[in-house]
């Protein structure tokens, strides 16, 4: 692959990783109906990786 698309070093993206505490946590907390930024400010993280995780949830639930 490497030599097909150029360089020494190709990245492939972990697609088997487990949920982090972080992430559970902020589920939690979308459940229970906190707000972005309140969540974002108690875990410690950016609202755009709050944002992030309710897509993923959203996402999740209409697939359901």
Do not use: Y
């Amino acid at each position: 692959l490497a030599e097909r698309f150029g360089g020494s070093t190709l990245m492939i993206p972990n697609t088997t990783r487990r949920a982090t505490p972080k992430k559970t946590r902020i589920i939690e907390l979308i459940e229970a109906g906190w707000s972005t930024r309140r969540i974002a400010m108690r875990v410690n993280v950016t609202e755009d990786w709050v944002k992030m995780v309710r897509r993923q949830c959203r996402d999740n639930l209409n697939r359901a």
